[in-house]
């Protein structure tokens, strides 16, 4: 009877994970639990890896839309004790609400600007003078906020002033670095800062985005991979339909044009041109897939688009892969007779610098950042002439 109360009580110890209130934060402190949602056996991380010190991370916020809650909750690591908590606070608004702001708390002094509903913007845009064209950021957030400051397009209070110029990422902000979630709310918050001011903000979807918000976690950062084995988390979770910044990735773009240039994360295929997939098309097959997955998986369609010959994962403007030949001029030039398009940029697949490809019709500018001989750039077109840009703001012509 002893050994069968003694089984009980640390099966019950188990599953409970404690809360309380301390100054109107719900403060959950981690103990082990049975998480039956919890599929994913892809978590890996050391309990000594230094990258899991001293955690903090969020916001996270859930907004059902038919709902008058907000939910925000951080997630903190203290290594000294072993104890990882979940500090949330609840907020209640009226149902007609449509946005709602409010100010970081648990070590987040930030002050944030949300929106409930999130709609697809559109992909084409024209007359605009000054485009700046950054690479896969990879979760670097300090990496990117210097390179934003460094180049003028916000202040040291990150307030956007590059007028009525664009930005565009190229995708993959997502997994490897330790910031993911800071790098998203940065661009988040700065697209409203800069539609006030008259500029545009476009984050496309790269290989990473889609596979953060389908629990693909291979190279996720053991920052996240510890969150997530501690609290018995899927990653896709975090951004699931019921998240704010889920609702937000779900309305992005997979490809744009501004005046007549293409930009999209990896490239435009010659299958998918020789499918005469429109941008509005590619744009709304990416989308039906992160709603539906499964379903939309059934039309031939969507294995195009979403797989390796699609603008998520193309790499034969640098490279043959077992399954195609690296790109050939004529190939190119019937792409961009299809889009109406002079130039394709595109990121993904890593140079040394920002490169002209094929008499500049292609530009690659995905560069690794983060190696020593490596200066950090981005691309800068203005006035119809193009620039590596450097972060201590010297320009170098690119011949196109």
């Known amino acids: 009877m002893n050994k069968f109360f003694r089984i009980f009580i640390l099966t019950l110890i188990c599953i409970i994970s404690f809360s309380f209130s301390i100054n109107k934060e719900k403060i959950t402190i981690y103990v082990a639990m049975d998480n039956p949602d919890f599929k994913n056996k892809n978590y890996y991380c050391s309990k000594d890896d ?6 903090h991370d969020g916001p996270y916020i859930k907004w059902k839309i038919n709902s008058s809650k907000v939910i925000v909750s951080y997630f903190d690591h203290n290594p000294k004790n072993d104890k990882t908590k979940k500090v949330t606070r609840k ?60 180049t003028k397009v916000i202040d040291e209070k990150n307030n ?50 889609i596979m953060a918000l389908n629990d693909d ?99 034969g403007y640098i490279m043959n892969l077992y399954n195609y030949k690296k790109i050939s001029n004529q190939e190119i030039d019937e792409i961009l007779n299809f889009y109406n398009a002079s130039h394709i940029i595109f990121g993904h697949t890593d140079l040394p610098k920002i490169q002209p490809l094929f008499n500049s019709k292609l530009i690659d500018i995905a560069i690794p950042f983060k190696f020593r001989n490596v200066k950090e750039q981005v691309l800068l077109i203005e006035k119809n002439k193009y620039y590596r840009l450097f972060l201590s703001g010297e320009r170098e012509n690119i011949n196109n």
């Open 217 to 315: 976690a291979r190279y996720l950062s053991p920052k996240y991979c510890f969150i997530c084995n501690r609290f018995e988390l899927n990653y896709s979770n975090l951004y699931n339909k019921k998240s704010v910044m889920g609702r937000w990735l779900r309305s992005k773009n997979t490809v744009i044009k501004i005046n007549d240039i293409l930009f999209t994360h990896a490239g435009i295929s010659p299958k998918i041109a020789e499918n005469k997939l429109s941008i509005d098309s590619i744009n709304k097959t990416v989308r039906n897939y992160l709603d539906e997955p499964k379903k939309s998986l059934r039309k031939p369609i969507t294995n195009l688009v979403i797989g390796n010959e699609g603008p998520l994962w193309y790499r």
């Open 91 to 150: 907020y209640q608004i009226s149902e007609e609400d449509t946005s709602f702001s409010f100010k970081g708390f648990a070590y987040d002094s930030l002050n944030y600007f949300i929106d409930k509903h999130y709609y697809p913007e559109t992909a084409k845009y024209n007359n605009v003078e000054k485009i700046m064209v950054i690479g896969d950021i990879h979760g670097e957030y300090d990496y990117l906020l210097k390179l934003l400051r460094n």
């Open 50 to 55: 230094s990258s899991v010190i001293n955690i």
């Open 160 to 209: 956007w002033i590059w007028g009525h110029g664009h930005i565009v990422f190229c995708g993959d902000i997502f997994d490897r670095g330790n910031n993911v979630t800071e790098s998203l709310w940065l661009i988040n918050q700065l697209e409203k800062k800069a539609k006030k001011k008259g500029g545009r903000v476009h984050f496309l979807l790269g290989n990473h985005e």
